[in-house]
Every structure is written in C-alpha cells, then in structure tokens.
C-alpha cells in the first residue's frame, strides 16, 4: 500500500513517537510511506502551540521559538526513523496563500462560517478548536475571539490545499494521523476523502493506566469510532471476556479512583458514604439519586464544526434536564438529588487553561431556589466522584463517561441521550422521552445495585481498552521504564535526537504492524480483534478485579464492611464460589 502519514504537530512527543514508530514499521514491512510535516507554515497559532500553553495573541518570537523546537522534533524523526517525505510548506505556493488570504479578507466575519475551500466545509471544522480552547457553547464571537478563529481556519484551508496539491500528483492508498479532531488535520482527512482516499487515525487509549503502551485505530474521527465500537458491541456482550484484558480494565479503575493520572477529572477517593451524605445534605433513609452532568462546549464544539450530528433525546439539552431533574424531585421527598457539575467547566487539575465555559455562567443562574431535596456538587467542594458513588442509589448521566464508571461498581445508570453515549447504554434504564425517562428511574431504583451491570460494563470496557487497540510496546507494565542515566544526561543536550534515538530501539510488536496492515488493507472503520475468553476465567478475573476496586475506593480494612463496599466483596465471592 502508498501511505501517507500526516504529522503536522511533531512538537507534541505523544503524537509525533506513536506515528513515527507506526511509519516506520509499516515501511519496514514493504509499504511505501509518504512522512509530511510543518516547517511553520502553521504558525499562526497551531495546536502545538495550545499544547505548550502559548496564547493565541503571543508574540512572533515566542511563536517562532514553539516552531523551532517543534521542526527539531520533526528533523529528528526523519533522520532516525529514515521517513521521508515533504512539508506543507512546500505544498503550498505563495500564489495560493494569496488567495486563502484573500478568501479571509471579509467585512462581515460571520460569513465565515459558511465558507467552502474546495468544497470542503472550512468555516465549520475550524469552529472546533476555538469553542474547546474557549470553552464557549455558543457562535457570538467577540472582535479576539474572531480573530483566533480566522487564524484557525487560515491553516485549515491550507491544509486543504495541501492535501489535494499532493494526492493531485501523488497516487495513495490511505492516510493516517494522530487524533483526526483538529481542524488541520479533519479537512486534510476530509480533502484526501473527496480525492477518493480513505483516512484513518491513531491515538492513545483511553486505558489511563496504559496509554503508553495501548493505541487504537479507526477510519474518519474519535466519534466515528466510537459508533463502530458500538456496532460491534452485541458480538463481545453476551460472551466471557478474555482474564488478561479484564485485568487491564481493573487498572484502569484503579488509576481512576486514585487521581493517579494527569488525565483524570477527579479527585481521589478517600471519604466514607456517611461522610458523603452528610457533605451532599442527605437525610437518612432517602434514596441519593446522583446526577453526572457533562461537559457541555466539547459536544457543542463537534455538533458546530460538522463532526457529530444532532441527535434526538428525551431533552433538547442538559439544562432542559436540569429543569425536568429539579421539578421530578420537587415532587418526591422521599429521593435526595445531587447534581454533580463537570469539573471540565471550571478550571481543573487536568488542564492548564485557567478557564471557565460559557454554560457554567448558565449552571449558576439555573441553579437557584432548589427544593431541599437538590443540591448541586460544584468542582470547587473537590469531593470525589467515586466517593459519592458510595452513597448513590442510581446514577442520572448525560453522555459522561462517569456513567460507564459507575456501572464497574454496579451502580444502575440511567440515560436520556443513548445515542450520543460512548458507550452502550444498559436496555432497562434508557429513555427517550420524558415518559419512559421517569419510567426508567423507577426501574433503576427497584432494582438498586446489580452485580450484572459489573460484568457487562467490564465486557464493554474489554473490548474498548483492549480489543480494539493495539499494543504499541511490549513492555508489560503500565509505565515503560527510564532510559539509562547517560541517556538521560545526553537527553539535556540534545532532547530532541535522543528521544528519537530511543523511540526508533522500540519496535512496534509484529502482531500488532500485522493488525494495523490489516485493517488498512481491508478498508474496516476499525482495528478489533477477538476478546472471548473462558466463563470459568472470567469469573475468577472479575472477582480479583472486584477486590481490587474495592481496596482503591475504601483503603482502610474496616471502611467498606457496609453499602458499596460490602456489596463488592460479595460480589467477588459470589463470582468465586459459583463458578
């Protein structure tokens, strides 16, 4: 196969190490791949820049330094890995810079938006790293605000332009990048689609505990992925998941419970339930439904920029659920409501915008003269998700993916928008109007706890963390070990060599080129494999796993001998003895 790889943002080590190491192996195994890179023509403000912090309005010398590096980055890769190929810079003359210049030079900026640059829909994909840098849910861009957003879509259209001058010339069969979410890269997907040249993406997995050493693989973006996923989820649901991958998924949760990722929302777990109940308001006796709201500019941001569709839901939107949430407990005393705001609209330990989104100015206004069975659990009282999953009867989520966390524990989770979930939603609990939205609480409240949603959402995240990924090292544990110290000492004096240096000595596993090859050459919307494991080995994995999840969420011996915790530990028996 001709194999393009588009790798714009070499400055981000993440990115540029797992797509050179799946460049060069696939060139190793006979393919002939094509390596494109910046030489700063994405100056303006690209996402290297965002990774590195700079604001949009830095100045051109700090800007030229992030490029600096960012070029070392990408010289090195092609030295060590011997990738060849061109740079965007010299796929794009100065006569059609012109002309994108040109094209941007409007008197009215909403016009903008509708803008087409060979019939690709530029206006709109370049909305998305705008609205998620800014947090914001709406298009009212004030003067700032529509600069940035032209600077973002001045390098959207050039990669456009790129793409075609390139595959105009140049025959391929694929082309891959890392993550297709940003603007830059969408439209060089979507320019190279409209040429009749399928594009996939790579990227970490979403195993926190082994990012480093798992990818996925998927044709078109992240959300297309996910939708894949799901369709191949009814062939994994009703079959024992394989002991090894269900482990995996057991450090996951670990990782989540205990804050130990940079990539984690959460703070750790640490309370007990009668103290959560007591920080939430709840009266003994009432029945604690948890609300997990979601956050809200990311979807807004993929709906405006035409990577995910509108769906409908039994809400036209998280504050029409609020609203319906609040008057549903307004009317039964007997239930105790908490509504948890996304840490992700307020500043957070996992980024380091400083910035507060547009819809929390709205959270604050709607959330007034509640009833005394509804409090709201705002970022800012830093207390845990998984310590409130302690007190939970049933949990009400939007589309976060806290919703699949509390179904590990075997907390019914009730859904209003399964359609967008990135995840399968469980049948029972899972309404699309108002009507059988209400039904379906009642439904989770009979049942309570359940040991089946542990082993469903265990199968699920199986297949998520492990069978649709690959392993890009083979080093076992979940943190690849520290180069040797003289390395180290070189690595001061010359970062950017020796981190390819040592990034070129880790092979990607045979298996996994095999897998990638595949999936590529079949033309499949994902890479999966096989994850049916045993019963007997299942049960067994799951009950360690079990006891795992329960020694993060209650480390103390005597913490978890009632509620959540007794419910786990017999759980984990049950799953012993009757297998």
């Given amino acids: ?45 690209c996402v290297t820049m965002a990774a590195k912090h700079l604001p949009a309005n830095a100045s051109e010398d700090a800007r030229k330094a ?26 794009v003359g100065a006569e059609e810079l012109g002309r994108i210049d040109a094209s941007l030079d409007r008197e009215n900026p909403r016009e903008l938006a509708e803008l087409r640059w060979h019939d690709i829909p530029v206006g709109r994909r370049a909305f998305f790293p705008l609205l998620v840098y800014k947090k914001k849910d709406d298009l009212d861009l004030d003067e700032s605000q529509w600069r940035e957003y032209r600077d973002q879509l001045h390098q959207t259209m050039v990669a456009v332009s790129a793409a075609r001058n390139f595959l105009a010339a140049n025959k391929a069969d694929r082309v891959l990048t890392y993550s297709a979410t940003y603007s830059v890269i969408s439209t060089f997907l979507d320019a190279a ?134 008057d549903y407990a307004r009317q039964r005393p007997e239930v105790h409501l908490v509504i948890r705001v996304h840490p992700r609209e307020f500043p957070n330990r996992r980024e380091h915008t400083g910035l507060t989104s547009s819809h929390s100015y709205k959270l604050r206004a709607r959330l007034v003269d509640l009833p005394p069975n509804c409090v709201v659990n705002w970022p800012s009282q830093q207390l845990s998700l998984y310590d409130l999953a302690k007190a939970a009867d049933v949990v009400l989520n939007a589309w976060s993916s806290a919703g699949k966390e509390m179904a590990l524990l075997g907390l019914p989770v009730v859904e209003w928008a399964p359609d967008v979930l990135l995840y399968p939603p469980e049948p029972r609990y899972c309404g699309r109007t108002p009507e059988e939205y209400a039904l379906c609480i009642q439904q989770a409240l009979e049942d309570g706890w359940r040991e089946a949603n542990i082993v469903r959402m265990f199968r699920w995240c199986a297949l998520e963390y492990g069978a649709a990924s690959y392993v890009t090292r083979n080093d076992p544990s979940p943190n690849p070990a520290k180069p040797p110290l003289v390395l180290r000492a070189v690595r001061r004096l010359a970062r950017e060599r020796v981190d390819a240096w040592i990034a070129r000595r880790n092979h990607l596993p045979a298996e996994s080129v095999r897998e990638i090859e595949s999936t590529l050459a079949d033309g499949r919307p994902l890479l999966v494999r096989s994850a049916r494991g045993d019963a007997k080995a299942e049960a067994h994995a799951l009950a360690t796993q079990i006891d795992r999840m329960k020694t993060a969420l209650f480390p103390r011996s005597d913490a978890g001998s009632a509620g959540l915790g007794e419910r786990l530990s017999q759980a984990a028996r049950h799953l012993r003895t009757d297998h």
């Avoid at 981000?12 to 094509?34: F, M, P, Y």
């Avoid at 390596?35 to 023509?41: D, E």
């Avoid at 996951?252 to 339930?273: C, M, N, Q, R």
Wanted: with cysteine.
């Fill in 1 to 45: 196969m001709k194999l393009i790889f588009f790798a714009p943002f070499s400055g981000i080590w993440e990115h540029a190490e797992l797509e050179a190491r799946a460049a060069a192996a696939l060139q190793k195994a006979g393919h002939a791949v094509t390596y494109i890179t910046c030489a700063g023509v994405l100056r303006r403000h």
């Fill in 66 to 91: 992030v490029c600096r590096k960012c070029r070392a980055r990408a010289d090195a890769v092609r030295r060590e890995f011997g990738l060849a190929g061109p740079k965007i810079d010299d796929l």
């Fill in 193 to 326: 689609q409209s040429l009749g040249v399928a594009g996939y993406f790579t990227e970490a997995s979403g195993n926190l505990a082994h990012r480093s050493r798992r990818a996925i693989l998927g044709k078109g973006g992240i959300i297309q992925w996910f939708g894949a996923l799901r369709s191949a989820w009814p062939s994994f649901e009703r079959h024992p998941a394989d002991a090894s991958l269900l482990g995996e998924v057991g450090d996951h949760a670990v990782t989540l419970f205990g804050a130990a990722s940079p990539f984690s929302y959460s703070t750790a777990a640490g309370s007990d339930a009668a103290a959560v109940r007591s920080a939430v308001q709840a009266p003994p006796g009432a029945k604690l439904l948890l609300a997990t709201m979601s956050s809200h500019d990311e979807w807004f941001a993929a709906e405006a920029a035409g990577l995910a569709q509108i769906r409908p839901s039994a809400f036209p939107s998280q504050l029409d659920w609020l609203d319906w949430l609040v």
